[in-house]
Every structure is written in C-alpha cells, then in structure tokens.
C-alpha cells in the first residue's frame, strides 16, 4: 500500500515474511543491486518521498523482457530440455517446459513461428528414465534402493539391494552404478530392465566412490572394476581419418601414426560396447592389439561372413 517504500518498511517486510528477528541494511541494498544487475530492474529512490519505485510503471521482475540472444538460448535449452520431459522426476515442471517450448519457440521467433530449428533425437522405446527420479533421491538422501531386475533374454528376476552412487546414460539409455549387497561390489544396472524399485530407510552403503576414477577405462555402459584396462591400438582407413580425430572413441586417445591411415591408442576395458564399436566400421577398421580382442572381432567377422553365406 506503500507508492514509495523507504529502507526500513522493506526490513520489516522481509522479517515478517521470513520470520526473521532482524535484517541489516547491506543486505537489502545487495539485494536490490543484484535485482538491477541480473534481471535490468529499474529501481530507483525517489528524491521526494525518499523510498523505492520502479521508474519504469508496468515492470515486474516476475516478466522481466528477454533479449533475442536469450531468447534463442531458451529456445535452444527446450528443446533439449524435451527428452527428459516425460520421466518422473520432471512430471511436476511439464507444464512449464511446454510452455517455454511452445510460447517462446513459436511466439517470440519471428519467421520460426512453426519450425524446429534443433532436432533432437526421441528414444522409442522405454530408456528406464522414469526411474530417475527415485535413485536420484536414494543418492541424495543416502538411501539403499530395493530393486527387482531382469536382464535381457532372461525370465529370471533377481534382486538387488543397492546403494546408488551415479546415474549415467549411454545412447540413449539410462544406467545407475552402486553398491551391491548381492555382487558385493560395485554394479550397473540398466533401468529399462527394472522391474520394481523402493527406497528403503536404512542400510546404505558409504564409500569413497570416485566416478571419475571408475568409468576412466570404462568403454560403453560396461565397466570392469576387478580388470586391467589394455591397452587397444586400431587402424583406420584413410577415409575416416578426420571423422576419428573430431570424434575420439574415448576419452584417453591417443595418435600413434597417421601415415598410410589414421593408427590410434585407447586404454580401456575390452567390453561389448567395444566390440560393437569396432565392428561398426567394418572393412574400416583394423585391431592391431591387443591379440584377444582381434581374435574376437575376426570370430564375429567370419560369423557374419558365413550368415551371408547361407
């Protein structure tokens, strides 16, 4: 009901807002400077009445305008924000993403009015995120989960008492590392194979988990924690050479020769995501060591050659 709103009515606003006892006048005038540095209030003291106003009549900091940069980041960050916004966790911020993705995609772009500048690629199928919401407050609140889980071309349900360190998605799918009762060590679970889960009150299990540390060798969803990482070197054709150097398979690449092809290091685990990998590339892609894994990938290629066979 106050126009102009000296320093010592907005204390005793905020204390009776807050519950709190007292205020000190920096605090009120650093809040007031953060108001016009990062949201452009226009607040200014009256040399009249001596209080507060915003000089321009209509501003609220609650609609404060965007500029195009920021519109066209916010434009960017929904569309982004889109896969995610059917799983669990997000349910409660749906309606705030559609309308970002809506009001601001087709109303505030002049030209892109019905247009999507930025494609992002959907899942298809169930990725396990509607999980994530529970393992995030398990490692949140340190609470174990209770997790029935089923592998893939299995009818076998087993379960898990977990305590949950990291969720992680690969390829669009989603992933939670943890400790668990039943392995008695650090296991990955796929969340798309959970079948039921539960948050239990008691029993976590704390460790100095470093995720860094962990998935360092790591190559795909699979992890080795009680394996040496090899040492993998590969050769790629000359065709491939520029895609390999902009898109390293892993973190820890390294050029060994880039004479008559492209010859690269990689220290990781010899998982299945790495086989995969290597076999995508086909006629591509040589294994120079280590020995058992070329002897892997030659067995699969002579598999596929005598499936076309037949």
């Not at 204390?11 to 000190?24: H, Y």
């Not at 305590?163 to 390829?171: G, K, L, P, Q």
């Not at 010899?270 to 591509?284: D, G, H, Q, R, V």
Request: charged content about 25%.
């Amino acid at each position: 009901m106050r126009k102009y709103p000296t320093l010592e009515v907005l204390k005793e606003v905020i204390m009776e807002a807050m519950n709190l006892d007292s205020i000190s006048d920096s605090t009120i005038n650093k809040d007031i400077r953060n108001m016009k540095d990062h949201y452009n209030a226009p607040i200014e003291c009256h040399p009249v009445y001596g209080g507060y106003y915003y000089s321009e009549e209509n501003f609220s900091i609650n609609s404060f305008p965007l500029t195009q940069d920021e519109i066209r980041v916010l434009d960017l960050s929904t569309s982004i924000l889109k896969q995610i916004k059917f799983s669990g966790y997000f349910q409660q911020f749906e309606s705030v993403i559609e309308k970002l993705i809506s009001g601001f995609r087709i109303s505030k772009i002049p030209g892109y009015e019905h247009k999507h500048i930025l494609e992002i690629e959907e899942p298809l199928i169930d990725t396990g995120i509607k999980w994530i919401e529970i393992v995030y407050e398990s490692i949140l609140n340190k609470q174990p989960l209770f997790i029935e889980y089923k592998k893939f071309n299995s009818d076998e349900v087993k379960t898990h008492l977990m305590s949950a360190y990291v969720i992680r998605e690969y390829r669009n799918r989603w992933y939670v590392t943890g400790y668990s009762e039943r392995s008695e060590g650090i296991t990955t679970l796929a969340l798309d194979r959970v079948i039921k889960m539960e948050l239990l009150n008691a029993g976590y299990h704390s460790t100095d988990f470093n995720e860094k540390d962990f998935f360092k060798y790591g190559f795909g969803a699979t992890v080795y924690s009680n394996s040496e990482p090899y040492k993998v070197e590969l050769l790629f054709d000359e065709s491939l050479s520029g895609y390999m150097l902009t898109k390293p398979l892993h973190s820890t690449q390294r050029i060994i020769n880039d004479k008559d092809g492209l010859q690269l290091e990689i220290e990781c685990y010899l998982t299945p995501e790495l086989e995969m990998t290597i076999l995508s590339y086909a006629e591509k892609v040589k294994v120079i060591a280590p020995q058992q894994l070329k002897e892997r990938v030659m067995k699969r290629a002579e598999a596929l050659v005598e499936m076309y066979k037949g």
